[in-house]
């Protein structure tokens, strides 16, 4: 059964950084995609980062140049690093994976399997 685990969440104050894990299980991690998304209260569920099987990444717009993606197919574990944290970064944070070759989409709708969310909260 293919399960996805997120861990890492929690309150941070503006400018500080956290790493979100994304532990997976059930399925053929190294072939698959990874994708991070956030939503906030009131608002769609948004793509924030992906990577692909290979090692290509997407990076939304907002968190260019702060978030850090990465994978370490070993453990089955896909990261996510926030640094420059700022307060509209708050929401819950999902994973999500699908089994694909090649070149992927950071969008939900092109992700099956999710997992329970993790919460950021940037406040001071």
């Known amino acids: 059964q293919l399960q996805l685990v997120e861990s890492g969440g929690g309150l941070v104050q503006p400018g500080g950084s956290l790493r979100l894990s994304c532990a997976g299980s059930?399925?053929?991690?190294?072939?698959?995609?990874i994708g991070w998304f956030r939503q906030a209260p009131g608002k769609e569920r948004e793509g924030v980062s992906c990577?692909?099987?290979?090692?290509?990444?997407i990076y939304a717009d907002s968190v260019k140049g702060r978030f850090t993606i990465s994978r370490d197919n070993a453990k089955n574990t896909v990261y996510l690093q926030m640094n420059s944290l700022k307060p509209e970064d708050t929401a819950v944070y999902y994973c999500?994976?699908?089994?694909?070759?090649?070149?992927?989409?950071?969008?939900?709708?092109?992700?099956?399997?999710w997992g329970q969310g993790t919460q950021v909260v940037v406040s001071s």
């Open positions: 999500a994976a699908r089994v694909l070759f090649g070149q992927i989409k950071c969008v939900p709708s092109w992700f099956g399997s």
């Open positions: 059930g399925f053929t991690f190294d072939y698959s995609a």
């Open positions: 990577i692909s099987n290979g090692g290509s990444t």
